[in-house]
């Protein structure tokens, strides 16, 4: 907010001027002299102050919620997480949430106090994205001014936390990045902890723990920094070592423990990476989607296997670069005018569909609320934090197309319920366990 401009008050007569030398002489009897110049001392000093002060400084944050409580932050840090990204500004979104279930929703792109008043009023969590660069990493006067840009938004939006979304490749010979960026979470976390104690801090990750598309982190030591990470288990096609064909987006096995489809390979990675690895299930939250893949098939069998262009992403010669994003509500809609119907993975636990378009063949690979329902429970009987979904905009809240009302219902009532019997989480309070880590 713009700071007020103080000014100095008027002489009390509007005449006749005394000598500089006079004002201000403190050896009269005539204490108005001196309550002048002490008047005038003080009013200096306040310029003084507001001229060279930090912007900002000493500024309590405006509360802006219709309610005062609404800017309270959440103070319970127990609870099992419902994890949601949310990538558009749209209230009209926000209010089809089911927020019996949301206990942390994140800004992704944007940052609004609408939404921060609406999660708080019902008990959960509003956070931002951190968003940084590796060049942070190395230096501890970058790391030190970045936590403090960060610890400023927070205060001054009342957020819960910081979301750090850091997927750019890390080589295993880089050990002054991987240390870099580990120590920025450790250093954020401990600011933001001293400052609000019940702040939450949470890194997202590769859906495997070995080095997935080059991302060579310490995983134990961001684990430790943080309050727990979300494991990204999507995308699970960005780097194709098999055949080149359309495969799920998020199958089961490899989520689990890491078997590659197209390969058969048994390598363990999925979350099972991340428990042998010594990482305690509560420091784990499963991230699943809410969209799915369009592949156009170069060739498509009668067994449907959509063969497809061989794009390259980080070293490997075939990706999911090959197919376009689509949120689930396009998927709805194309499974209606789809030449195979739904179709079901036995082996990936997923849905998929064929389709033409102007004489094309389409291949379209997803989760719906049957898949991602066998996925919520794996992470439920594993004693995992909790689940996560990116993103919340995938579902057409504002459409009164009875598929599209349909579609918000069922992929929202599919999710775990953490809040049960917690009707007050913003309330309730928490003993944060100091030096846990």
């Not at 507001?50 to 127990?78: M, Q, S, Y």
Request: proline share 5%; glycine share 8%.
């Amino acid at each position: 907010m713009p700071e007020k401009d103080i000014e100095a008050e008027k002489p009390l007569q509007k005449g006749a001027r005394e000598p500089r030398g006079r004002r201000c002489n403190m050896g009269g009897v005539d204490f108005r002299w001196v309550a002048a110049c002490v008047s005038l001392t003080l009013i200096g000093v306040a310029i003084g102050y507001w001229v060279v002060k930090p912007i900002g400084a000493g500024v309590p944050p405006i509360c802006h919620c219709e309610n005062l409580r609404f800017c309270e932050r959440v103070t319970d840090t127990t609870r099992k997480e419902v994890f949601m990204f949310s990538l558009r500004a749209t209230a009209t979104d926000w209010q089809h949430y089911d927020w019996t279930k949301v206990t942390t929703v994140v800004m992704v792109g944007y940052l609004d106090m609408g939404l921060v008043c609406l999660a708080h009023e019902h008990g959960a969590r509003a956070v931002i994205i951190g968003d940084v660069s590796a060049d942070v990493f190395v230096s501890p006067d970058k790391r030190k001014s970045w936590i403090a840009k960060q610890l400023d938004v927070v205060d001054r939006h009342f957020l819960d936390g910081l979301n750090f979304d850091f997927e750019s490749p890390i080589l295993p010979s880089q050990f002054d990045l991987r240390d870099g960026y580990t120590a920025l979470v450790r250093e954020t976390r401990a600011a933001l902890v001293e400052k609000f104690p019940f702040a939450m801090v949470s890194v997202d990750v590769a859906w495997g723990a070995q080095g997935v598309d080059e991302r060579n982190y310490d995983y134990q030591g961001l684990a430790a920094a943080a309050d727990f990470l979300f494991v990204m288990a999507y995308d699970m096609q960005s780097q194709i070592r098999g055949s080149c064909v359309a495969g799920p987006n998020s199958p089961f096995p490899s989520v689990m423990e890491g078997r590659e489809i197209s390969t058969r390979k048994k390598d363990i990675t999925g979350v099972q990476s991340y428990l042998n690895a010594s990482i305690s299930p509560d420091r784990l939250v499963l991230g699943l989607p809410w969209y799915g893949y369009n592949y156009s098939c170069i060739a498509l069998s009668t067994e449907n296997v959509c063969s497809i262009r061989a794009i390259p992403f980080r070293g490997v010669y075939c990706s999911d670069a090959a197919g376009n994003e689509i949120n689930f509500n396009i998927v709805s809609s194309l499974l209606e005018s789809s030449t195979s119907g739904r179709l079901w993975d036995e082996e990936s636990q997923t849905p998929y569909f064929n389709y033409e378009m102007h004489g094309e063949s389409l291949q379209v690979r997803y989760d719906d609320p049957k898949s991602l329902t066998v996925k919520y429970q794996y992470a439920l009987d594993a004693g995992l934090r909790g689940v996560g979904v990116w993103n919340t905009e995938a579902l057409a809240y504002s459409s009164q197309a009875p598929r599209d009302i349909w579609d918000v219902h069922e992929m929202w009532a599919a999710l775990p319920d953490f809040h049960e019997n917690q009707p007050h989480n913003h309330r309730k309070q928490s003993t944060r366990h100091v030096g846990r880590d």
